[in-house]
């Protein structure tokens, strides 16, 4: 059973920064795309950053400039590193993976619980 296991979420103050982490566990044999989401009360679940296994990003315009998505595949850990936090970040970030499991014939899309991000002063 694979599960993913978000960290780093937290309360902070515009212009801060946080660092959130995404770690998938279980009998994993690869991994492809990794991403976060965002969602925002009243507002629907947006992609905000993914990264292949090759490394290539990609970001949504929202936080492009402000973030950046790593990912280190011996740990099938990604991570997300958002600066310059403004209060419209506010939001639960999801982790997303695309994973091959041991007990898997292909690769399977999963999710983490979520982790709230709160930017207030």
């Known amino acids: 059973q694979v599960q993913l296991v978000e960290s780093g979420g937290g309360l902070v103050q515009p212009g801060g920064s946080l660092r959130l982490s995404c770690a998938a566990s279980?009998?994993?044999?690869?991994?492809?795309?990794m991403a976060w989401y965002r969602q925002a009360p009243g507002k629907q679940r947006e992609l905000i950053a993914s990264?292949?296994?090759?490394?290539?990003?990609n970001y949504a315009d929202s936080v492009k400039g402000r973030s950046t998505i790593s990912r280190d595949n011996g740990k099938n850990t990604v991570y997300l590193q958002m600066d310059s936090l403004k209060p419209e970040d506010t939001a639960v970030y999801y982790c997303?993976?695309?994973?091959?499991?041991?007990?898997?014939?292909?690769?399977?899309?999963?999710w983490g619980q979520g982790t709230q991000v709160t930017v207030s002063s």
């Open positions: 279980g009998n994993i044999i690869s991994s492809h795309t």
């Open positions: 990264i292949t296994r090759a490394g290539s990003t």
């Open positions: 997303f993976a695309e994973i091959l499991a041991s007990a898997s014939a292909s690769f399977i899309r999963y």
